[in-house]
């Protein structure tokens, strides 16, 4: 069954202003974690990475925290833009190469 | 350089048919993986071929079979079609375990 899964399915934030979507996960042996960005009609589009023996990784306007003590995961988004309406997933696998595990996803809401 | 290319984009099928969905990877990637992807859910792992073998495979009955080529393209079949069959398959490539798997736009498969 699915060990990834996201507390909240819709976020509605406030153009300009920061997004964080969170991710519990319960499959402590998993080595990498990821976000996705999933467009409507489009297929899931990598946005950043983070391996176990990190806590905090950063990419262009995002960060991903990893907590393995309490098994959380989540996304920052700066300055969120209207470009960045989508849904999120968060996701793991052992390898990057191995089978990806997804959760359901969360739906990012740009408020004007 | 072109991404992870998927044919056809759309495809409806009756009940009991059989459907062939066709990937070509990311150019430089040997490793193929598909996805199911329900509507509102996130992708499902079918299996993974590599180097003309599958060699991991998830949740999915024998009616999901596949096959990879020698240039490392790959094709999904179903057979029997169920109602629920309907979804958006994902086909995603990658090449070894240090790099991420990149997805392609998918196929979105209705049966009637």
């Known amino acids: ?112 | 350089d072109a991404g992870v290319t998927q044919s056809p984009t759309h495809l409806i099928k009756t009940r009991g048919q059989q459907v062939t969905l066709r990937c070509s990877p990311k150019s430089g990637h040997d490793t193929v993986s598909w996805y199911q992807q329900a509507l509102g859910q996130g992708p499902q792992f079918i299996f993974q071929y590599y180097e003309e073998e599958e060699r991991q495979r998830g949740n999915f009955p024998d009616r999901f079979s596949g096959h990879q080529f020698p240039n490392y393209s790959s094709e999904l079949n179903v057979n029997a079609l169920l109602l629920g069959d309907s979804a958006l398959y994902l086909c995603a490539s990658s090449s070894g375990s240090w790099e991420t798997q990149y997805f392609g736009p998918g196929t979105r498969l209705l049966v009637l």
């Not at chain 1, 983070?50 to 907590?67: A, E, H, P, Y």
Request: net charge neutral; glycine share 8%; hydrophobic share 35%.
């Open chain 1, 1 to 112: 069954g699915e060990s990834v899964g996201l507390h909240l399915p819709t976020l509605s934030v406030q153009e300009g202003d920061n997004s964080i979507i969170n991710c519990a996960y319960s499959n402590s042996a998993s080595d990498y974690f990821i976000w996705y960005k999933q467009e409507s009609g489009k297929g899931p589009q990598f946005i950043i990475d983070i391996r176990s023996n990190m806590d905090k990784r950063q990419g262009q306007r995002v960060t991903v925290l990893l907590n393995k003590t309490v098994k959380h995961l989540s996304l920052q988004i700066a300055a969120t833009q209207p470009g960045d309406s989508a849904v999120y997933f968060c996701a793991e696998n052992m390898n990057r190469d191995d089978k990806i595990i997804f959760g359901k996803g969360t739906r990012l809401h740009i408020l004007p």
